[in-house]
């Protein structure tokens, strides 16, 4: 909200010397943010000139220009010779002329300056020049403006172009401070400045009658609330649009940073600056009998202000008469009754429309405006007749015309405003200050509550321009506010005992950390996708699965949420190739939406927005979810290690994606078993599942080469996903690290015939459980099939490595617990120890 201060200044006591910086100060003590100050940004001397004479002088280039002698007064010099381009001005008119050294917005230095074979010693502006609008195409001239100043006189002040703005934020809940009346409330708080409210009347003349014909016809409130709540008319006849806006009028509001349209739109915009309340301004004479309020029918057309024809939708609140929708209600108004400059009897609405009615509409027509930016914030429900007179008032003062002393309207009730209980222990405990009694009932009747003591508690009526005020905790919001801030202390709160992460909270944040550590980049992606990648990644044969779509989704092409989360990774991969970076190991943690079958999840139940849902409710909603594990994905591409002197780069290759594997196993203290397996989208023979004892948990491989090629993705993709909340769950207590031993180690190797079918991951783990405590680890260091071996069998070996935590162990004991192991390999799979 930008507040020109000249216009501040009228209803609070602003000093003189006060900056614009001093003013935003101010407001930041209660609670607004600082944008910036806005000024037209000239410096003279800009001064009132009179054309003594011109001649036109044509040039070659077919423009003629004017050579102008100005007298500016004998203070500037007399009479200057002037080259100017336009030609709307004549003879004795009085204009405002740039002398040389003045700068105009731009900047745009003034000098003396040969042109068109003479020195023009000066300029002569028009409105745009001096930042005063948009016009540009001729001279500003002043009697236009209604003026008839001494010749010589400061231009700046006379036009009000010395004045600046401050410009604040104004949050959705404080609709009132988008006002100069709000404004200027809340600089009198933050200072103890005297405020003079602009909307204080004699109600006397303001009572309703038969001045206008005016009727609700709300069939289908939202949420109960009618859509029209008042509706002041007001008439005045006899207008003349062709009469100037008063220039300290334009110069606000083009401060304000609204356009100045003509005498009549331009008062109604002031008033609407002034007050908070949007009018909106009819040609009587081009309305059909009386105005209706109503819902639209759905599909009915109105062609608004802006010359665009909208298709309604049943929830738009419209002004209809008798020839039908005449405007959007508190959002724009039509093109069949605007005021022009054929206008001479004028209709003023004033009016209380309902919030979210009008935030609804114009989100849905993509229709913002300054009137229903401050409807959707909500508006003083005792402005309306203040405004509607103001605005008469104005257009009588400034474009001439009587007032119809009768009003004209509907929906007069008295206007209710609930009573706030507020507990006399409430705010300090709340605050964490030691508020007096005093304090506390001060600083609500500051910003204009009445209270009333009731024993232990306060009885509060919040003012009507305060609608945000609807408990005891934004009543103390609000004591906090007026007396400060920074009184309340800076103190860290003890938390409660036993709070902290959940196990499963410390598991996830410990594989993330153990990923990171190992040099994969965590890159989080959006869960959209669509159903085709879904069955791809998602399944072991590519076969159809059941997946979330959004009924509103963000990108209709991918309206369906992730049942996995490499498509994502693919994607940020690509996104990193295209920009040069070829070598990644990336890792997500994320959520995947897996429905089961013949299960119809979601709710055409809305619980009201405005009040926590019930349990029942919440039980009903949580229902309506499928399950969301949480799932934990690795990419691999390009090199491991790059090249460098003397050495050769060194690619990603599938042994990589399995130490992720183990990188994540061992984070999350569970022992993952890979063995043979397949995937649609994973190269076959190249793809590993992974299972912790029988549950399997993830799967790990390459990816086939045209699926990584469809993904513009160059050489081989390697990538793992497990689902990380499933093999936490299935992990243990944490066991307590070995201890070390000084005792050597007994190492032997042994080689198993088995048949060709049977997987490296089932020998070893027979190896293992048959070969007792004394076996400290065992890993797989050849697969031979060929020559010297039976059809259809290969030979495995194994190096095994055993130890005693007491003693050194012989080999015979070493023997011992290997052939125990061979034992139970050849009892599983037939294994045979390969001679």
């Known amino acids: 909200m930008r507040v020109p201060l000249s216009w501040l200044r009228e209803y609070v006591d602003v000093p003189a010397a006060t900056t614009p910086e001093d003013v935003l100060a101010a407001l930041v003590e209660v609670g607004f943010e600082e944008e910036d100050v806005h ?24 423009k003629t220009i004017r050579w102008c002698q100005v007298d500016v007064g004998e203070a500037n010099g007399g009479i200057r010779g002037i080259v100017c381009g336009a030609g709307n001005f004549f003879e004795g008119d009085k204009v405002v002329v740039t002398l040389p050294g003045a700068v105009l917005p731009g900047p745009f230095p003034i000098a003396a300056r040969k042109t068109y074979g003479h020195v023009s010693d000066g300029m002569i502006a028009s409105a745009k020049e001096l930042g005063l609008g948009d016009e540009h195409s001729g001279i500003l001239r002043l009697v236009q403006l209604g003026l008839d100043p001494e010749v010589g006189v400061d231009a700046i002040a006379l036009l009000g172009l010395d004045d600046v703005a401050v410009d604040v934020n104004v949050t959705p809940d404080r609709g009132y401070a988008m006002s100069v009346r709000g404004i200027a409330r809340e600089y009198g708080h933050a200072t103890g400045a005297t405020f003079r409210d602009p909307a204080e009347r004699d109600w006397a003349d303001v009572e309703p009658g038969n001045g206008f014909p005016v009727a609700v016809d709300d069939r289908a409130p939202i949420r109960g609330k009618v859509g029209a709540s008042e509706f002041v008319a007001r008439i005045v006849r006899g207008v003349d649009p062709s009469r100037p806006t008063p220039p300290w009028m334009v110069a ?40 209706t309020v109503r819902r639209a029918d759905e599909g009915e057309k109105l062609t608004t202000l802006d010359g665009k024809e909208r298709t309604l939708s049943g929830e738009d609140l419209l002004i209809t008469d008798e020839s039908g929708p005449i405007g959007l209600a508190g959002v724009m108004g039509g093109g069949t009754t605007e005021m022009t400059d054929a206008t001479r009897n004028v ?31 909500g508006v003083d ?41 507020l507990p006399k222990a409430f705010v300090p405990q709340l605050i964490g200050v030691d508020y007096t009694d005093a304090e506390i009932t001060g600083a609500l009747e500051t910003i204009g509550c009445e209270v009333s003591d009731a024993g232990d508690t306060w009885s509060v009526i919040p003012p009507s321009w305060r609608p945000d005020l609807t408990d005891k905790w934004t009543l103390a919001e609000e004591v906090a506010r007026i007396h400060g801030l920074d009184r309340i202390p800076s103190i860290v709160p003890t938390p409660p005992s036993g709070r902290g992460l959940t196990a499963l909270q410390k598991g996830r944040r410990r594989v993330a950390n153990a990923l990171a550590a190992a040099g994969y980049v965590e890159t989080p992606s959006f869960p959209f996708t669509t ?19 959004l009924a509103n989704p963000l990108d209709g092409q991918a ?33 995947v939406f897996r429905p089961e079958p013949g299960v119809v999840y979601g709710t055409e139940t809305v619980p009201p927005l405005a009040e926590r849902p019930d349990d029942a409710t919440l039980a009903h909603l949580n229902a309506s979810l499928p399950p969301q594990p949480r799932h934990v994905a690795v990419l691999l591409s390009g090199n491991a290690v790059a090249k460098a002197p003397g050495n050769a780069a ?78 936490l769950s299935l992990a243990g207590d944490p066991e307590a690290a070995a201890s070390l031993t000084t005792f050597p180690a007994a190492t032997q190797d042994v080689s198993l015939v088995v048949d060709a079918a049977v997987s490296a991951a089932a020998v070893r783990t027979a190896l293992v459980d048959g070969a007792g405590p004394l076996l400290e680890s065992l890993r797989l260091v050849d697969d031979y099939r060929g020559a010297g071996l039976p059809e259809g069998s290969k030979s495995l070996t194994f190096a095994l490595r055993f130890r005693a935590e007491d003693r050194t162990l012989t080999a015979a004991e070493a023997s011992e617990a290997k052939l125990a192991g061979v034992a139970v390999a ?9 001679d």
């Not at 159903?531 to 779509?549: I, Q």
């Not at 050849?826 to 390969?834: D, K, L």
């Open 650 to 727: 060194t690619a990603f290759e599938l042994a990589d994606a399995l130490g992720a594997v183990q990188t994540i196993a061992t984070a999350a203290g569970v022992r993952i078993d890979v063995a043979q397996g397949q995937r649609a989208a994973l190269h076959p023979g190249r793809t590993g599942v992974l299972s912790v004892g029988d549950v399997e948990v993830g799967y790990v491989g390459e990816l086939l080469p045209a699926v990584a090629a469809e993904a513009d993705l160059p050489g081989r993709v390697y990538v793992a996903e497990l689902d990380l909340d499933g093999i």
């Open 531 to 549: 159903e085709a990648t879904n069955d791809l990644h998602a399944s072991a044969s590519g076969e159809h699965l059941p997946s979330v779509k």
């Open 559 to 591: 309206p369906f949420l992730r049942r996995t989360l490499v498509p994502g990774l693919m994607q940020v991969a690509h996104r990193n190739v295209s920009r040069g970076f070829t070598d990644l190991a990336l890792f997500e943690t994320g959520i």
């Open 252 to 291: 606000r509001l083009t401060l304000a940073g609204i356009r100045s349209l003509g005498v009549l739109i331009d008062i109604t915009n002031y008033v609407m600056l002034e007050l908070g309340n949007p009018i909106h301004g009819y040609d009587l004479d081009q309305l059909a009998g009386g105005i």
């Open 826 to 834: 050849a009892e599983r799979f037939g294994a045979a120890i390969r």
């Open 381 to 421: 429900p005792l402005i309306p007749f203040v405004a509607a007179r103001r605005v008469a008032d104005l257009m009588v003062a400034h474009a001439g015309g009587t007032l119809d002393q009768e009003v004209g309207g509907a929906l007069f009730g008295e206007v209710f405003l609930a009573e706030i209980a």
């Open 39 to 62: 000024g037209f940004d000239l410096t003279g001397p800009i001064v009132v000139g009179r054309v003594v004479e011109f001649t036109p002088e044509p040039q070659s280039n077919g």
């Open 347 to 377: 209709l003023i609405e004033a009016a209380i429309f309902d919030t979210v009615s009008i935030a609804r509409t114009a989100r849905r027509h993509k229709l913002p405006s300054e009137a229903s930016r401050r409807f959707e914030r």
